[in-house]
């Protein structure tokens, strides 16, 4: 079993699985222009935060928080923010100082708010920080250093049964190693709390579970809203999940066996290493965005019948243990372990298949969400604009 | 150990459902595993893939019992080998 793999090593001390220039329009004004100076740069990663001025309150820490997460995600080399909004574009960057990464910051207002002189002078500024990030190299470095995120989406019993348990042993062997994953999706730990909680490392990180799982379930009731068609959704009815706590049971596999560090808000960095719960919204755009704003530099994502949604910072590993899914998703999944759900291979041989992959993945082999740019990031709202 | 012939798991000695892993027809005697041991049951609706049928006559108000938890309860009698889903199962939490 390998112990290394090939990475990028970041000067404040983190590593990266991928050298990127983040472009990052932090004000709705600017997202178009900072959407053409990416198109044109090669390998840059675009992420568009299409609101601005109104966002108050809980709102704007969570957004800001989640802008300077995105950037100092390890995968991030350096940084172009673009804004219309010069103190919030002033503040951001300041927020970067300590990830020691280039970091440039172009305003529309030194543009005299003329877009296309944003666009000119945004493709220069850019072009020299790619530049300049193509300069650094992969190293042989320990798995201490990554954080995973663990999703699972268009679920089917399958998951339950193969796909989320061998997940479960990856984050157990990651954590061996010292290094770090989390697990989302509250409203997926509803009628599976007793099997977290029993992982809790203290009765204040119990205690913590149960009121987020309350917070997600009071929200749904509160809005009048049946789970059965939410959650479990139409497609994993149809593909045999019943209930949400058969869904959560299935679900909470993922996370393996190991103790259970602390429950963290989206999108926020976990403060020390081992497993952690995030509370957070359970579809795949909003919950993989938080993981990479959290900076995990890799996700799993187990499917059941398939789901081609990936995270655009974070390589996203797609696999299935659904044999009808693993015949056809063969541009989709990275991985197939439907062999082990028809009996054919031991779950441990599987493991040890996946681990490779996750070497190689993490040492720059390309997942297909990468080449095929089925990603992106959103940020979560939780109260309205002004 | 060679597990390939089988139709559906019972994930647990507890269970009252089993999972299919493929297609299967009304009145088909199948292979059930459990623990690695197999064993031939009959089926009373066609099944489809990774749907669940029972194991045995759960009658209305049962807990249903997958991965050896409480992942519902029965709506209906549900006579044994009959295909268990929304139809006769309801959450207990959502």
């Known amino acids: 079993m390998k112990k290394y793999f090939y990475g990028y090593k970041r000067k404040n001390g983190t590593i990266g699985i991928r050298n990127k220039l983040l472009i990052i329009s932090i004000t709705g004004l600017t997202g178009p222009t900072a959407r053409k100076i990416s198109n044109l740069l090669q390998g840059s990663l675009f992420v568009d935060n299409p609101y601005g001025g109104g966002i108050i309150g809980e709102d704007k820490i969570r957004q800001d928080n989640a802008i300077i997460g995105f950037a100092k995600n390890p995968n991030i080399g350096a940084i172009l923010i673009i804004t219309a909004d010069p103190p919030k574009g002033h503040y951001i960057k300041s927020a970067l100082d300590n990830s020691k990464k280039p970091v440039e910051l172009l305003t529309l207002d030194e543009c005299n708010h003329d877009a296309i002189k944003l666009l000119d002078l945004g493709l220069r500024v850019g072009a020299k920080l790619t530049k300049h990030i193509s300069n650094y190299r992969r190293e042989k470095v320990p798995f201490s250093e990554l954080t995973i995120g663990l999703e699972c989406g268009r679920s089917d019993p399958s998951s339950g049964l193969v796909a989320n348990p061998l997940m479960g042993l990856i984050a157990d062997r990651l954590i061996d190693l010292g290094g770090s994953a989390i697990i989302g999706e509250t409203i997926e730990w509803l009628g599976a709390e007793h099997l977290l909680q029993k992982r809790a490392q203290s009765n204040e990180v119990k205690t913590k579970i149960s009121n987020a799982v309350d917070f997600q379930r009071n929200l749904a009731k509160s809005k009048g809203i049946d789970l059965l068609g939410n959650n479990p959704g139409h497609q994993n009815i149809q593909a045999g999940l019943t209930t949400i706590e058969e869904k959560s049971i299935g679900n909470v596999a993922k996370s393996g066996s190991k103790k259970i560090e602390n429950v963290i808000d989206w999108g926020n960095k976990p403060k020390k290493k081992g497993m952690f719960l995030m509370h957070a919204p359970a579809y795949a755009p909003e919950s993989l965005s938080g993981f990479s704003s959290a900076s995990c530099q890799m996700i799993l994502f187990s499917t059941g019948v398939g789901n081609s949604f990936n995270n655009h910072i974070s390589p996203t590993i797609k696999y299935s243990a659904n044999p009808y899914a693993c015949s056809q998703l063969n541009e989709q999944l990275d991985f197939k372990c439907s062999d082990v759900f028809v009996g054919e291979k031991l779950i441990e041989k599987s493991l040890g298949e996946f681990w490779e992959l996750i070497v190689k993945i993490c040492s720059g082999s390309l997942t297909w969400g990468e080449i095929l740019n089925d990603s992106s990031e959103v940020f979560s709202r939780i109260d309205r604009s002004l | ?94």
């Open chain 2, 1 to 94: 150990m060679n597990t390939k012939n089988f139709d559906a798991i019972i994930l647990d000695p507890i269970d009252n459902v089993g999972t299919t892993i493929k297609l299967l027809k009304e009145n088909s005697n199948i292979i059930l595993k459990i623990e690695n041991k197999l064993s031939q049951f009959t089926l009373k609706d066609n099944i489809n893939l990774c749907h669940k049928f029972s194991l045995n006559l759960i009658n209305k108000g049962d807990k249903i019992i997958k991965y050896g938890e409480v992942i519902g309860v029965a709506t209906a009698n549900i006579k044994m080998g009959k295909h268990v889903h929304i139809h006769n199962v309801k959450s207990l939490r959502g």
